[in-house]
């Protein structure tokens, strides 16, 4: 059963009773809340997922709704909690969407120790992934949208999941996150792609949610190999120019990219090590996503 099976109702009732547990990639989370906007939102961005059987391990029991007491009349605020505890500040009602989607970055960086987590995005074809490391405001978000919506398969906007021998990506799909400017861009480039309503003022600007395409979904459960490591960078007008890379260099910066490196130790080190070694490393710059996608599907066998 899919989350999109339950009418709104029975997803409104389900969120703010005992909570709906959602297959989520490799995790499976309880979410309760009463918030209609996110009942609405997680129909939207979550329809295609699975729901978790009766009496599933549940990997994160996660809130979302007002703290207590007079707060939540004379400025109203939503909070995030894991296992009751809210581990940031309460937003505004309308950051709701974008609160839960950090918040379960959050829970997954800080618990899921399992694998070797990079900030970067993943995507895969033709069994070969190649891993998007990137820096806020480097078009990385914006490049994985056009290049899921071109045939690609989203592992992950946010999360790269690597095993502790350096040779599997673990999928993650989820949305992902758009903001400002790269909103319209992908409105225009993938007109078919399922965003949600832009949410104005939060901490990164302008943020909107694009749905993780239905065949990744699908296909959750289905690691691939690591085959490419590219650093893009969107550089406006910019013709798009591949540029190989050092091992060496490649990496240092894995490593600076790494949510839970210095957790692993050697372990970490050799795991980037060999998913290096196994890999072509490029510098990317674009300026035009049809160039980008281009020069994707032409990219070189490691």
Same mark, same amino acid.
């Given at each position: 059963?899919?989350?999109?099976?339950?009418?709104? !109702?029975?997803?409104?009732?389900?969120?703010?009773?005992?909570?709906?547990? =959602?297959?989520?990639?490799?995790?499976?989370?309880r979410?309760?809340?009463?918030?209609?906007?996110?009942?609405?939102?997680?129909?939207?961005?979550?329809?295609?997922?699975?729901?978790? %059987?009766?009496?599933?391990?549940?990997?994160f029991?996660?809130?979302?709704?007002?703290?207590?007491?007079?707060?939540?009349?004379?400025?109203?605020?939503?909070?995030?909690?894991?296992?009751?505890?809210?581990?940031?500040?309460?937003?505004?009602?309308?950051? *709701?969407a %974008?609160?839960?989607?950090?918040?379960? #970055?959050?829970c997954i960086?800080?618990?899921?120790h399992?694998y070797?987590?990079?900030h970067?995005?993943?995507?895969?074809?033709?069994?070969h +992934?190649?891993?998007?490391?990137?820096? %806020?405001? &480097?078009?990385?978000?914006?490049l994985?949208?056009?290049? =899921? #919506?071109?045939?690609?398969?989203?592992?992950?906007d946010?999360?790269?999941?690597?095993?502790?021998?350096?040779?599997?990506i673990?999928?993650?799909?989820?949305?992902?996150?758009?903001k400002?400017?790269?909103?319209? =861009?992908?409105?225009?480039?993938?007109?078919?792609? *399922?965003?949600?309503?832009? =949410?104005?003022g939060?901490?990164k600007?302008?943020?909107?949610?694009?749905?993780?395409?239905?065949a &990744?979904?699908?296909r959750?459960a289905?690691?691939?190999? $690591?085959?490419?490591?590219?650093?893009?960078?969107?550089?406006?007008?910019a $013709?798009?120019?591949? +540029?190989?890379?050092?091992?060496?260099?490649?990496?240092?910066?894995?490593?600076?990219a790494?949510? #839970?490196?210095?957790?692993h130790g050697?372990?970490?080190? !050799?795991a980037l090590?060999?998913?290096?070694e196994?890999?072509?490393?490029?510098?990317? &710059?674009?300026?035009?996503?049809d160039d980008?996608?281009?020069?994707?599907?032409?990219?070189?066998?490691p």
């Amino acid at each position: 059963m899919l989350v999109a099976d339950l009418d709104d !109702e029975a997803l409104r009732r389900t969120l703010a009773g005992a909570g709906l547990g =959602v297959r989520v990639g490799p995790f499976t989370l309880r979410l309760t809340s009463a918030q209609p906007v996110l009942a609405r939102s997680l129909r939207l961005l979550y329809g295609p997922n699975p729901i978790a %059987p009766a009496g599933s391990f549940i990997d994160f029991h996660i809130g979302v709704g007002p703290p207590a007491g007079l707060r939540r009349w004379v400025r109203p605020r939503i909070r995030f909690t894991l296992d009751g505890v809210a581990p940031f500040w309460p937003a505004p009602p309308a950051h *709701v969407a %974008p609160l839960f989607e950090w918040g379960l #970055n959050w829970c997954i960086v800080t618990e899921a120790h399992r694998y070797l987590m990079l900030h970067a995005a993943a995507i895969e074809r033709d069994g070969h +992934v190649a891993i998007l490391p990137g820096e %806020p405001g &480097s078009g990385k978000s914006t490049l994985c949208a056009a290049l =899921v #919506n071109r045939g690609w398969r989203l592992l992950t906007d946010e999360i790269t999941m690597i095993s502790l021998d350096g040779r599997q990506i673990t999928p993650l799909a989820r949305p992902v996150s758009l903001k400002n400017a790269s909103i319209e =861009v992908i409105r225009r480039f993938a007109p078919e792609a *399922v965003l949600s309503p832009p =949410v104005e003022g939060t901490s990164k600007g302008t943020v909107a949610l694009m749905r993780a395409p239905e065949a &990744s979904i699908r296909r959750m459960a289905e690691s691939a190999r $690591p085959r490419w490591v590219i650093f893009p960078k969107y550089v406006k007008d910019a $013709p798009a120019t591949l +540029v190989p890379e050092t091992r060496g260099r490649t990496l240092i910066a894995l490593g600076d990219a790494g949510f #839970n490196y210095s957790i692993h130790g050697r372990r970490g080190f !050799e795991a980037l090590a060999n998913l290096v070694e196994d890999s072509a490393c490029f510098r990317f &710059s674009y300026g035009h996503l049809d160039d980008a996608v281009a020069a994707f599907a032409a990219l070189p066998s490691p």
